[in-house]
Nanobody, 124 residues
């Protein structure tokens, strides 16, 4: 049994910050990598950031570099996405996902487990 639950989304003004959480439970020992994705209305799901489950390798989409940071609390099997300098174009539903087979990749099909998502809305 695997469950991923995102939290921390909300409404924030442009330039503000949010920290998203992804709490994982069940079979975490099978996890290879996690990824953060987002999907805005009318758009396809896109990669935001990824990290090996054990740490050591982190990657960011160009849109996230310099603004977003992935961190973790291994004791609680929780991964965070700190988002600074938010822009209206960051508005989307944000999802965390886990791959049991691959290193971090922007390809959504590589991820086996997905959380239900958390809404982030950035106003101007």
């Amino acid at each position: 049994q695997v469950q991923l639950v995102e939290s921390g989304g909300g409404l924030v003004q442009a330039g503000g910050s949010l920290r998203l959480s992804c709490a994982a439970s069940g079979r975490t020992w099978t996890f290879r990598a996690m990824g953060w994705f987002r999907q805005a209305p009318g758009k396809k799901r896109e990669f935001v950031a990824g990290q090996t489950w054990s740490g050591g390798m982190t990657s960011y989409a160009d849109s996230a570099k310099g603004r977003f940071t992935v961190s973790r609390d291994n004791a609680r099997s929780t991964v965070y996405l700190l988002m600074n300098s938010l822009k209206p174009e960051d508005t989307a539903v944000y999802y965390c996902a886990v791959s049991t087979d691959s290193d971090p990749t922007p390809i959504s099909d590589a991820y086996r487990y997905w959380g239900p998502g958390t809404q982030v809305t950035v106003s101007s």
